[in-house]
């Protein structure tokens, strides 16, 4: 069976959007070759392990510079994907400097520059243009392009070792760093032909041109009053007002945002601690240990990440049929055990003098992989997108805030795993060093660490629309989550305000102002009686020469008067916004009409 036009456009728009990922991945991977890599250790005169951990770390200490004070603003201004296109030239202006680089100020420079463009590549492109019970698999799709680009780098890397001549070991390491320009072109090329996401576009005032693209997204996906319901929800949590100092303060003074916020921080940094940046860039280093030589072990550390695509793959169904929990917790069992094993051979049997035992423990690096894959990788970044979204105060008071809220609240939350990567980047060879494969077991501490602490304070997020995502996180009035008083900060007027309820827009739940009465429904010029069509709310015989010159002439006007222009073929090319289905949700409509659009 044929997927849905719609479907098929989210799914050429994200696969094409993981190619911005793929980059950044693709940074990520190629620097573990690069390491271990003659030419590179001959040019900075083969840099101690404190150092190689300093030029790792300054990476995401760029990244968390771009995460707190630049992405948010670029993608707010310009929007998600011209954002991605200017984080993507950023990376690749670093690539160069570090492949020029022969002292280690001018690679450490390089590096925090590709840090900067991979933290505002970090976009919520696919978080935004998906549908609440597909959000996992798209967004998703993202890491998959970030395991990829890991693959790539370090086969690369171990294509690279083939280069032997003097020219190899001179140029194969800084080639290896400037073959990610090759991406970035097929990137930057396809970018600007992309659709803009419609919440972006109604926080920026473009109404019309959101309608215009929910419809695009969503046709023969979904019946046509649900993705009106849809925009109409959008237009409700998105006011078309630019935010306010005040209001961006409110996530750190509010109780209730900070619920959400400290969580999707913590999730972020506990994806790192447990040891995932390590693997990552210390891979080949971690099995030369195990008795591999330099061929072998990037080979290796090729395959285990090329393997990764497909776990995470996997994951892209897991995630959204057994929900974003299990599949945390459950990748974080299997890590811990892989950790302990890891941990725990080299010990019993020092020196690499059991083959055996090497090989074990070579295997479970690879089930590490597969733990992380299927949890921790792909799920903090769904779990952090979604309950950053929609942040809102307590519902006593009705303040929604726009899409410049969810950016920053994203970013702040990837802001906790640049922190936790800094930390591991140094943490791991100093200890290494010293400790030996003792390190594991810090790391496996850290795992059994996040099991209880996923499970008991984080809640399901499966299957929630994104303007649903506030009563996840907020507590009758005065309370927040954890049961503590909510100060009262508003400038209440003593009037009941509403706050709109919405479950999800997949599966066709009513939705209603909480306060909100049903009220004797009468038909009138705008609210047509029965025996016209339920969604063109037009008789059969409509023609468009019949209109009179004082009929509204363009999709604004039929905004204002609740109706909705017919066009039964094509009808994302219209704004449907607030044609009523029923006298119920007519009656609705006369409420939102009010809202000031």
Known sequence: MALPRGTRRLHAICGHLAIGTFIWGYNVGVLSSVLVHPGWRASLHDPSPSRKGLITGIYYLGALFSYLLISHPVADVFGRKYAAMYGTVVLCMGAVLMASAASLPAMLFGRALCGVGAGVVSTSVPLEV?????????????????????????????????????????????????????????????????????????????????????????????????????????????????????????????????????????????????????????????????????????????????????????????????????????????????????????????????????GICIVFIFVYAMGYSLGLGPATWVYSAEVSDETEPPPRRRKIFPTSLRARGLNFSAAGGAIGSMLVSQIWPVGNAHFGSGVYFFFMAVNIICVPTIWYLYPETKGRALEAMDHLFISPPNNNNNGEETSDDSDDDGGDEEVLQITSLDDETEWQPHNWQPQEWQPDEQHPPDDWESHDLLPDDWQPDEWDNDEPQDADQWLRRGQQQPHESQPYETDPLLAPTSPQQGAQSSQVCDLGW
């Open 130 to 358: 998906s549908p609440a019970k597909q959000r996992g698999k798209f967004v998703t799709m993202n890491h998959v392009g970030f395991v990829a680009g890991l693959a790539a780098g370090l086969w690369v890397g171990y294509a690279m070792t083939f280069w032997t001549s003097d020219q190899g070991v001179f140029w194969g390491w800084r080639v290896s760093l400037v073959l990610q320009f090759i991406p970035a072109t097929v990137f930057l090329a396809g970018l600007p032909f992309l659709p803009d996401t419609p919440r972006w576009l109604v926080q920026t005032g473009k109404a019309v041109e959101a309608s215009h693209t929910l419809h695009y997204l969503r046709q023969d996906a979904y019946p046509r009053y649900v993705i009106d319901r849809e925009l109409l929800a959008i237009h409700i949590h998105e006011p078309r007002k630019q935010i306010s100092a005040s209001a961006a303060s409110s996530l750190v003074r509010d109780a209730s945002l900070r619920a959400r916020l400290w969580r999707a921080f913590l999730l972020q940094f506990m994806a790192q601690m447990c040891g995932a940046t390590a693997i990552k860039y210390y891979l080949p280093t971690l099995l030369e240990a195990l008795g591999l030589d330099t061929r072998l072990a990037l080979m290796a550390g090729a395959v285990e990440m090329t393997l990764k695509i497909a776990m995470v793959v996997v994951e892209m169904y897991f995630i959204d049929r057994f929900g974003r929990k299990k599949c945390l917790v459950g990748g974080s069992v299997v890590m811990g055990v892989a950790m302990l094993i890891n941990g725990l051979l080299p010990l019993v049997f020092p020196g690499n003098t059991n083959k055996v035992a090497d």
